[in-house]
């Protein structure tokens, strides 16, 4: 199993960046896929980017392309999202995710192959 929590948010201005950080917890870790999703009130909650056990793959939601930058530290037990330029749309409660698949060379995209959550943490954009 694995445990997940999040820190790094607040509330920034648009054009400013945020590095989120996801300390994770449990002996899978170093072999799972990592996630971040996003939740926005009234809205589904949408997968951010993601990276494979070992760091070599990533992938982004077309909206965070060039601006976000997922990276892990195995070794320290935790993953982060490096956002930058941020926008007002970006606003919206931020989860890690670890998935439930060991040592896949994919990422994920859709929050239900994702077996284990973070508390969240909450990321607000002003204009």
């Known amino acids: 199993q694995v445990q997940l929590v999040e820190s790094g948010g607040g509330l920034v201005q648009a054009g400013d960046a945020l590095r989120l950080s996801c300390a994770a917890s449990g002996r899978t870790y170093g072999s799972v896929g990592m996630g971040w999703f996003r939740q926005a009130p009234g809205k589904e909650r949408e997968f951010v980017a993601g990276i494979i056990w070992s760091g070599r793959n990533t992938r982004y939601a077309d909206s965070v392309q060039g601006r976000f930058t997922i990276s892990r530290d195995n070794a320290e037990k935790t993953v982060y999202l490096q956002m930058n330029s941020l926008k007002p749309v970006d606003t919206a409660v931020y989860y890690c995710?670890?998935?439930?698949?060991?040592?896949?060379?994919?990422?994920?995209?859709?929050?239900?192959?994702?077996?284990?959550w973070g508390q969240g943490t909450q990321v607000t954009v002003s204009s």
């Open positions: 995710a670890a998935d439930d698949r060991a040592y896949a060379w994919d990422v994920h995209t859709s929050p239900a192959q994702y077996g284990y």
